[in-house]
């Protein structure tokens, strides 16, 4: 697997060094240490295809000026043999280095030999990564949080996954604790009032009809309606519905039991109902996890005692007022944390803590991420302390936090329905939209920006439609590939003759922007930031349009034509590689 920027770099490093050399031998610079030398991409490629700082930082240790430096160490570049052309000395001294057309035949031919394994890397060799996603609290459907969480936390494990890491996907299901508690007094609430005098005439009024029934309780829910709810509940439709069905299924012989077995009923009758919607919603979204991990085996097996002990014995507690405090103040926190509130239930940070603990001690991962939403920023410094309490490293531990996201119709914001109660759910989403478009415009800025979903742009057929731009030139190049057949014309080996007939500016382009996937894979891995993925095929195939405008393949002399028929089989193949990362699909019609 080759990465010929970074081979292209090393190789200028090397040819400098060896210049260098030369110069101190022959006298024309002192035998001093040669200082720390940057070699890049010049932003104007008028500046070359990469460039060396060498002589300035060279200037002060050789008391001569950079552009004497320069002069001498570009007079000295043997380039016979290397991927460049020539070099020059310009500027304040920049040496930069020219590509000879061996190093563009060379990515053409990297690309067609290496297949889908072009752009992995080997960043992540021997090392494993937990990415934990989505996470939506199992109490009800998954929102348009939930829907930009599982496109950025599925496919920067793709992206882990091609950077060489070995990835394991999870969702952490809150089974435990207060939003369950909070869940069955929901779920009995509306139990009581279906079962009540009014409720049962609802339900006979409406013809036991679910959905009409649902609509009767939740627009009658406010303060002073026959069936007001509490603040603290869940007030959607999908808990009245739980209720209802659960009626139809099993009678009212719950209502004359106490209210701690109704609950213990409905919620063993409603989550996993709610657990399964989620699993069966997330696959037609096309993320399939290798574990789902509950919150209560960590009760079950001992795990949250088990870390409130090495706490303890971490000598970061202190009791006050009857509670059991964190001093994560100590180690880079806020303030300090309750571990066990006065009441002796331990708070939801405990569990938490357990959790990851299991992800980088008992599981071993050497690095646990985690994609989160924009109110957990303070979630981030407490967590952190807590591992460095326990002896972990809080540098194995890396959380995304992610912005949320407007939808918008018409230029206006879609909101949920007041009337119904029902909110803009991952189903609802995928039912108006195609996935292709969900996933790739959720990928589309880094996870820490807000931006405006456009519904009517995500299911427009037209190149304002990124994901329809990108597909339409993976078509676009199958287009070609049936002319050529139906015109009876071989594609041929494409040795490096046939390469050396590519030179013309949007080919060029073309393949230097091909050549820098691998560095792109191996940032947007180490940034933890997949868009920069998304904007790349973007951009690729943006490229494309223009060359294919500009450059005609069928009916040119014999090796131009079959150069550029390799360059399209290039621009393809990384095309399917990156919309196979994302779990696009690559359409040959359109």
């Given at each position: 697997?080759?990465?010929?920027?970074?081979?292209?770099?090393?190789?200028?490093?090397?040819?400098?060094?060896?210049?260098?050399?030369?110069?101190?031998?022959?006298?024309?610079?002192?035998?001093?240490?040669?200082?720390?030398?940057?070699?890049?991409?010049?932003?104007?490629?008028?500046?070359?295809d990469m460039s060396a700082?060498?002589?300035m930082v060279c200037a002060?240790?050789?008391?001569?000026?950079?552009?004497?430096?320069?002069?001498?160490?570009?007079?000295?570049?043997?380039?016979?043999?290397?991927?460049?052309?020539?070099?020059?000395?310009?500027?304040?001294?920049?040496?930069?280095?020219?590509?000879?057309?061996?190093?563009?035949?060379?990515?053409?031919?990297?690309?067609?030999?290496?297949?889908?394994?072009?752009?992995?890397?080997?960043?992540?060799?021997?090392?494993?990564?937990?990415?934990?996603?989505?996470?939506?609290?199992?109490?009800?459907?998954?929102?348009?949080?939930?829907?930009?969480?599982?496109?950025?936390?599925?496919?920067?494990?793709?992206?882990?996954?091609?950077?060489?890491?070995?990835?394991?996907?999870?969702?952490?299901?809150?089974?435990?604790?207060?939003?369950?508690?909070?869940?069955?007094?929901?779920?009995?609430?509306?139990?009581?009032?279906?079962?009540?005098?009014?409720?049962?005439?609802?339900?006979?009024?409406?013809?036991?009809?679910?959905?009409?029934?649902?609509?009767?309780?939740?627009?009658?829910?406010?303060?002073?309606?026959?069936?007001?709810?509490?603040?603290?509940?869940?007030?959607?439709?999908?808990?009245?519905e739980h209720a209802k069905?659960?009626?139809?299924?099993?009678?009212?012989?719950?209502?004359?039991?106490?209210?701690?077995?109704?609950?213990?009923?409905?919620?063993?009758?409603?989550?996993?109902?709610?657990?399964?919607?989620?699993?069966?919603?997330?696959?037609?979204?096309?993320?399939?996890?290798?574990?789902?991990?509950?919150?209560?085996?960590?009760?079950?097996?001992?795990?949250?005692?088990?870390?409130?002990?090495?706490?303890?014995?971490?000598?970061?507690?202190?009791?006050?007022?009857?509670?059991?405090?964190?001093?994560?103040?100590?180690?880079?926190?806020?303030?300090?944390?309750?571990?066990?509130?006065?009441?002796?239930?331990?708070?939801?940070?405990?569990?938490?803590?357990?959790?990851?603990?299991?992800?980088?001690?008992?599981?071993?991962?050497?690095?646990?991420?985690?994609?989160?939403?924009?109110?957990?920023?303070?979630?981030?410094?407490?967590?952190?302390?807590?591992?460095?309490?326990?002896?972990?490293?809080?540098?194995?531990?890396?959380?995304?936090?992610?912005?949320?996201?407007?939808?918008?119709?018409?230029?206006?914001?879609?909101?949920?329905?007041?009337?119904?109660?029902?909110?803009?759910?991952?189903?609802?989403?995928?039912?108006?939209?195609?996935?292709?478009?969900?996933?790739?415009?959720?990928?589309?800025?880094?996870?820490?920006?807000?931006?405006?979903?456009?519904?009517?742009?995500?299911?427009?057929?037209?190149?304002?439609?990124?994901?329809?731009?990108?597909?339409?030139?993976?078509?676009?190049?199958?287009?070609?590939?049936?002319?050529?057949?139906?015109?009876?014309?071989?594609?041929?080996?494409?040795?490096?003759?046939?390469?050396?007939?590519?030179?013309?500016?949007?080919?060029?382009?073309?393949?230097?922007?091909?050549?820098?996937?691998?560095?792109?894979?191996?940032?947007?891995?180490?940034?933890?930031?997949?868009?920069?993925?998304?904007?790349?095929?973007?951009?690729?195939?943006?490229?494309?349009?223009?060359?294919?405008?500009?450059?005609?393949?069928?009916?040119?002399?014999?090796?131009?034509?079959?150069?550029?028929?390799?360059?399209?089989?290039?621009?393809?193949?990384?095309?399917?590689?990156?919309?196979?990362?994302?779990?696009?699909?690559?359409?040959?019609?359109?």
């Open positions: 697997m080759g990465d010929l920027i970074k081979k292209a770099q090393e190789q200028v490093r090397e040819l400098v060094m060896n210049a260098l050399g030369e110069c101190v031998a022959e006298g024309v610079f002192p035998a001093e240490p040669i200082p720390a030398f940057n070699v890049e991409i010049p932003a104007d490629p008028k500046n070359g700082n060498t002589a002060r240790a050789f008391r001569q000026a950079p552009c004497r430096i320069g002069e001498e160490i570009a007079k000295r570049v043997f380039l016979e043999g290397s991927y460049y052309e020539r070099c020059e000395v310009a500027g304040a001294g920049f040496i930069n280095f020219y590509f000879s057309k061996h190093w563009f035949s060379e990515v053409v031919a990297d690309v067609l030999k290496e297949k889908e394994s072009f752009g992995s890397t080997d960043l992540g060799a021997g090392k494993s990564v937990l990415v934990e996603y989505v996470s939506a609290n199992p109490t009800g459907p998954m929102h348009i949080g939930n829907a930009r969480g599982g496109a950025i936390g599925d496919c920067l494990s793709s992206v882990l996954e091609k950077a060489g890491y070995k990835v394991a996907r999870e969702f952490y299901v809150n089974d435990a604790g207060n939003q369950i508690e909070k869940f069955g007094h929901s779920l009995l609430l509306r139990f009581r009032q279906l079962t009540s005098a009014e409720g049962r005439a609802v339900i006979e009024a409406e013809g036991n009809d679910t959905e009409k029934v649902c609509a009767v309780l939740y627009a009658e829910s406010g303060e002073g309606g026959r069936f007001a709810m509490p603040e603290d509940v869940y007030l959607g439709t999908d808990i009245i069905n659960y009626i139809d299924e099993n009678g009212s012989s719950l209502a004359d039991a106490d209210d701690d077995a109704v609950k213990k009923a409905l919620v063993a009758y409603a989550l996993p109902k709610n657990i399964a919607g989620l699993e069966r919603d997330l696959k037609k979204y096309r993320i399939v996890y290798d574990r789902w991990f509950r919150e209560s085996e960590l009760h079950n097996n001992g795990s949250v005692d088990d870390i409130i002990g090495r706490l303890k014995e971490s000598g970061y507690t202190y009791e006050q007022d009857g509670a059991l405090w964190f001093r994560s103040s100590e180690l880079g926190d806020e303030k300090d944390r309750v571990l066990i509130r006065d009441n002796g239930i331990p708070t939801y940070f405990v569990p938490d803590i357990a959790y990851h603990y299991n992800k980088l001690v008992t599981r071993g991962f050497d690095t646990a991420i985690d994609i989160l939403g924009a109110d957990h920023h303070g979630y981030i410094p407490r967590m952190k302390a807590a591992m460095q309490a326990l002896g972990v490293d809080p540098r194995r531990l890396n959380m995304v936090i992610m912005q949320m996201v407007n939808l918008v119709r018409g230029g206006e914001k879609y909101k949920l329905s007041k009337r119904s109660g029902k909110a803009v759910t991952l189903s609802t989403l995928l039912d108006e939209i195609p996935i292709d478009a969900a996933r790739f415009f959720f990928n589309l800025r880094e996870p820490n920006s807000q931006f405006d979903f456009d519904l009517e742009l995500a299911i427009s057929q037209s190149s304002d439609n990124p994901v329809y731009y990108v597909q339409y030139a993976h078509a676009r190049i199958c287009s070609v590939l049936r002319r050529l057949e139906e015109e009876g014309i071989e594609i041929r080996p494409a040795d490096a003759d046939i390469l050396s007939s590519l030179g013309e500016p949007d080919e060029v382009e073309l393949i230097k922007y091909i050549a820098t996937l691998p560095s792109v894979i191996n940032e947007s891995a180490r940034n933890s930031d997949p868009a920069r993925v998304t904007r790349y095929v973007w951009e690729l195939a943006t490229k494309y349009h223009r060359f294919y405008t500009n450059c005609r393949i069928v009916g040119e002399e014999e090796n131009v034509m079959q150069a550029r028929i390799a360059l399209s089989l290039a621009v393809k193949q990384v095309i399917v590689n990156i919309l196979d990362m994302l779990k696009i699909e690559c359409p040959d019609k359109m």
